[in-house]
């Protein structure tokens, strides 16, 4: 029984020395933050430009064979072993499957919804991830000035509903709720990948979210989807952007700085996103934001800055 006991400690403690290696970012981990950042707010745009030539799943999997590829020549050039330990397995398939519905819904509700609507509802994630902390890690609960924050950003998020409600011509709500959704799931995986990240190595879990979502997105898109493919420059360049941009070279940062760093202070650069997203979609989807998408973004923005600010 002591040497059960003696165990259970060395292993709580391990854990424990494993969480304090993550600091809060230095100036190389910011500036990566802040680039990420902006080049993530023009995933969304990204998608609905490719959405015009390619059904979503279809662009999904697309997207991951592409991300995967990039991950390869990263662990080559790094010179990474492509090792895959027992104990490994389970976290990597519930990465994997969270990771597949979450880009699922995205890709699914990009396509029912405005490409700024769309950024908005998807920058929310910094919330979900504050709701799981506190219920996943005890000593990272939510207090009165972080629920005060969240608050104020949903009061954005149910402005967007609204809006989606009244305004019979753009009947964005179901894909709203959807990308809400996929925040949701992301906020999730934010906080799983931190946990998991510490034990196992950075190529193991790329590439299980590659593998998983290929897979997945494949067999759905067959039975489910009919449309033909019409390949096009503008479906090319999404599709670069998506796959070797975002799933190949974002995703490397990403899990880098949240194996490296506090998760909550890398959230709180992300918070840029809705910003640029809203900006990018005026500039390339031509859709002027409405006063009610401009102040949903504020109240997001300082909501969100709110809750996360002070976590630790």
Do not use: C
Request: hydrophobic content about 50%; cysteine-free.
């Amino acid at each position: 029984m002591k040497n059960k006991t003696d165990n259970n400690l060395n292993f709580t403690d391990l854990l424990h020395e494993l969480k304090e290696k993550r600091v809060n970012p230095n100036k190389k981990g910011v500036a990566l933050a802040f680039f990420l950042s902006i080049l993530w707010s023009g995933n969304p745009i990204a998608i609905k430009i490719g959405l015009d030539d390619a059904p979503p799943l279809r662009l999904g999997w697309m997207r991951f064979v592409l991300g995967g590829i990039v991950a390869i020549i990263w662990a080559i050039y790094n010179k990474e072993k492509l090792q895959l330990r027992s104990k490994e397995v389970l976290p990597l398939l519930g990465v994997g499957l969270l990771f597949s519905i979450q880009l699922g819904f995205m890709n699914v509700g990009q396509n029912f919804t405005s490409g700024g609507h769309g950024v908005i509802m998807i920058t929310t994630f910094p919330l979900w991830s504050s709701i799981f902390s506190h219920l996943f890690i005890p000593k990272d609960k939510l207090t009165k000035l972080k629920v005060f924050g969240m608050s104020i950003a949903y009061s954005g998020i149910i402005l967007l509903f609204w809006e989606s409600l009244l305004n019979s011509k753009s009947d964005y709500l179901w894909g709203d709720v959807m990308m809400l959704t996929s925040a949701m799931l992301l906020g999730a995986r934010q906080i799983y990948i931190s946990q998991i990240a510490q034990d196992i190595p950075q190529i193991n879990i790329l590439l299980s979210q590659a593998l998983i979502g290929i897979i997945s997105f494949f067999v759905f898109s067959v039975f489910f989807e009919s449309q033909n493919y019409l390949f096009s420059v503008s479906l090319l360049a999404a599709l670069f952007y998506q796959g070797i941009i975002i799933a190949g070279f974002g995703f490397i940062g990403q899990t880098w700085l949240l194996k490296n760093y506090l998760p909550s202070k890398i959230t709180i650069i992300s918070l840029s996103q809705p910003v640029f997203g809203v900006f990018l979609a005026w500039f390339i989807l031509n859709e002027t934001p409405g006063v009610e998408l401009i102040f949903a973004t504020i109240l997001v923005v300082i909501g969100s800055y709110i809750s996360v600010r002070n976590k630790t």
